[in-house]
Each structure stands twice: as structure tokens, then as C-alpha cells.
T-cell receptor
């Protein structure tokens, strides 16, 4: 069974440009999460989808970040326009709705570098 | 607000035991976790403990939970060079699947 996959693995853009990160969760997982780790600090929660609905977006830093999950399958996270402080590793995770032990399955992350 | 703290670095010799410590603030946490990140890889769930347990053992891993002091530890017995990685402690906040992570402890295992 395929795990959580993220694309791209690494993106280098200039300040002011736009980047879209994609996450494909494990098939059948209703919960999808975005997290990020900036500058070697702690991994911080961004938002949580249940199917196509945003359950909790309290961690989204500002309105330059837009997450979507059309059809409740894959999700995209767009940063527009990107700023230097957005550099970091963006992790996606998924879990099964009914097995809420919190066992999140993480992807390998998308490293974003903003120059 | 919720907060999870870990020491940043730990260095041990191969064959020794490693103990990674973590403190958290949310007393209503239901689950606490240890994740491992190897270089260039994603986050791998190592183990988790339910908040009504004091201890959980899984092969070389032992998790101890002190709810009174809000202290969680991970002990790795017979540490190997392949255990070198960053270890993240995390707590589940508000039972919604949202995890609060610590900064990660970089474990270095010397031969």
C-alpha cells in the first residue's frame, strides 16, 4: 500500500513568487493534515481536513496560504506570494477517521526555500 | 497555551542506553507520541502511549509517562548507529488529531 506522498520534494523560488505543494494521502484516509517545520524549530500544525472540509485551520499563518482538498482526495497548499520566512519543510499527514488514536502517517515532506 | 519542550542534542556510544526527555503543558492530552526522522526521510511513528498508562515497552523502546510532572521519556536500549536521527515528542491536543510537537532531539550514536 502506498504511503503519503508529497510533491515536490524540494522547491526553490524567489520572494514574491507562488508555489503549490501537493499531498496524496493514504487511500481511504479521511483526515489530512498539513504541518511545517521552519528553521529547525518545532513542527507546527497548519490545518486539518476531514474529507473535503476544513476542520481546523487555526495554524495557518496568514492569508498568503491557501489549502484545498477538492473531492476529499489529494490536497494542495499554495503560498502566494512567498516570503523569506516561509522557507521550511512542509509535511502532510493522513489518518483514518474512526481509528482516532492519533496515529498520523506522515509523508517525507516538501522542502521550500524562498530566496 | 500548549507547549512541548525537549533538549536539542544527545550523544551516546553504541551499545549504551539512550534516554530522551520531554515535558508538555496540556494536562488534558490523551495520547503522547514519539516520532523519528532519519536524514532525508519523513516522520516515522515509533510508539505512543495513552495518558492513563505509566509505561509502555516495545522491544528496545521503553516509554515512561509521569502525568503529575507532565514528563515523557523514551529509552532506547542497546543503541545502534542506525538509531541516529531526530526524535520528536508530541502530544495530541483536544482529541482532534492535532499534534503539538517539540523541537526534536538530535541523537548521535558514536561507534
Amino acid at each position: 500500500e502506498a504511503g503519503v506522498t508529497q510533491f515536490p520534494s524540494h522547491s526553490v523560488i524567489e520572494k514574491g513568487q507562488t508555489v503549490t505543494l501537493r499531498c496524496d494521502p493514504i487511500s481511504g484516509h479521511d483526515n489530512l493534515y498539513w504541518y511545517r517545520r521552519v528553521m529547525g524549530k518545532e513542527i507546527k500544525f497548519l490545518l486539518h481536513f476531514v474529507k473535503e472540509s476544513k476542520q481546523d485551520e487555526s495554524g495557518m499563518p496568514n492569508n498568503r496560504f491557501l489549502a484545498e482538498r477538492t473531492g476529499g482526495t489529494y490536497s494542495t497548499l499554495k503560498v502566494q506570494p512567498a516570503e523569506l520566512e516561509d522557507s521550511g519543510v512542509y509535511f502532510c499527514a493522513s489518518s483514518h477517521w474512526t481509528e482516532n488514536t492519533g496515529e498520523l502517517f506522515f509523508g517525507e515532506g516538501s522542502r521550500l526555500t524562498v530566496l | 497555551g500548549e507547549d512541548v519542550e525537549q533538549s536539542l542534542f544527545l550523544s551516546v556510544r553504541e551499545g549504551d542506553s539512550s534516554v530522551i526527555n520531554c515535558t508538555y503543558t496540556d494536562s488534558s492530552s490523551t495520547y503522547l507520541y514519539w516520532y523519528k526522522q532519519e536524514p532525508g526521510a519523513g516522520l516515522q511513528l515509533l510508539t505512543y502511549i495513552f495518558s492513563n498508562m505509566d509505561m509502555k515497552q516495545d522491544q528496545r523502546l521503553t516509554v515512561l509517562l509521569n502525568k503529575k510532572d507532565k514528563h515523557l521519556s523514551l529509552r532506547i536500549a542497546d543503541t545502534q548507529t542506525g538509531d541516529s536521527a531526530i526524535y520528536f515528542c508530541a502530544e495530541m491536543y483536544n482529541q482532534g488529531g492535532k499534534l503539538i510537537f517539540g523541537q526534536g532531539t538530535e541523537l548521535s550514536v558514536k561507534p
